[in-house]
Nanobody, 117 residues
């Protein structure tokens, strides 16, 4: 059974930091690109950051320079370090795993991040 389990969300003030974790099981983790998406109420789900098996990274313009994605293949876990948080970062953050060629796609349930001004 494939599972992507997010953790680390919470309520913080603007300017503070959080680190999200996505623990993955049931797949060959090193074969998968893993991404963080976010979705606020009433809005579409947007890509925040992605890391490939070769540790190439991609960031949305809105988080460049503030967020850092990383992976630990020994722990089957991907992290999202979020610094200098803004109220507009408030959303449910959802982990996504995609294998090479995009044949298999898996989603987590999400973890809520709320940034107060």
């Amino acid at each position: 059974q494939v599972q992507l389990v997010e953790s680390g969300g919470g309520l913080v003030q603007a300017g503070e930091s959080l680190r999200l974790s996505c623990a993955v099981s049931g797949i060959i983790f090193s074969d998968y690109s893993v991404a963080w998406y976010r979705q606020a109420p009433g809005k579409q789900r947007d890509l925040v950051a992605r890391i490939t098996p070769g540790t190439n990274t991609f960031y949305a313009d809105s988080v460049k320079g503030r967020f850092t994605i990383s992976r630990d293949n020994a722990k089957n876990t991907v992290y999202l370090q979020m610094n200098s948080l803004k109220p507009e970062d408030t959303a449910s953050y959802i982990c996504n795993g995609v294998n090479y060629g995009g044949i298999r796609v898996y989603w987590g349930q999400g973890t809520q991040v709320t940034v107060s001004s």
